[in-house]
């Protein structure tokens, strides 16, 4: 995979300080050996992430690989740990590697906060787009139920079979969720000054269901997490506070056409 000298440079600079955690030296070293083919990189090598997350403070690494093996080396506990970590490294991208295509670990891997999802094996031109993939910065979400990268980006072209429907069912899911929501909302806009203690009190039992059915559409995650904190504090009804939330219910609701 040939690449223009400026996205060289930004590869150099992502592979420049990785962390690998695998219990397998072997393909460990090998995958460091590939990075060094990408651009020069010093890859730090564990055998499991116990060790991963003690040595991230001192290595402050640009780039972390971490394998996932069901039963004995759980990559996506290790991000989620990471992500609601103090640690300055804790948005660095996570690529998880594993043998395990399926539609658990691919749907964990996402809501864990990993960046991209890398079958193994794999060659160098995937590894490649993987490393591309994680040079943009992409948006940080912070809420109770998630702490990560939007999750829109995350990649999911490696998976493939009869757990497709799976994720047929998902699509579904989430529809049926967006029109709940989006019910909620009108419903809340329209009975605010009616009835506004009701109103804070139904959204804040769903709140939880906001960012699920506003992330895929273009620009809704933000608005879905702003909403949702600011319903997590301590609000009155009176009527500042429904003139501040009745703009965050209207901004949601002009991302998706009435009808």
Known sequence: MSLDPKLSRAVAERVARVLIINRDAAPARMLATQLRDLAPSEATIVADTATGLKAINDLNPTLIFVEHVSGEMDGLEFTRRLRRSMTPARGTPVILTTTEATAAVLFGARDAGVHEFLRKP??????????????????????????????????????????????????????????????????????????????????????????????????????????????????????????????????????????
């Open 122 to 259: 794999f060659n160098l031109g995937d590894l490649t787009k993987r490393v591309v993939a994680v040079i943009t910065p992409r948006p940080w979400i912070q809420a109770e139920s998630y702490v990560g990268p939007d999750r829109r980006r995350f990649n999911s072209g490696d998976y493939k079979g009869p757990p497709k429907r799976l994720s047929d069912k998902r699509a579904k899911e989430t529809v049926a969720v967006q029109k709940a929501v989006l019910a909620l909302l009108r419903n809340a806009d329209a009975a605010l000054d009616v009835s506004p203690d009701e109103v804070i009190a139904a959204l804040k039992a769903r709140a939880d269901t906001l960012y699920p059915a506003f992330e895929s559409i273009p620009g809704g995650g933000p608005l879905a997490v702003e909403l949702a904190t600011w319903l997590d504090r301590p609000v009155s009804s009176g009527p500042l506070a429904r003139n501040q939330l009745r703009q965050k219910i209207q901004a949601l609701l002009a991302l998706v056409p009435a009808g």
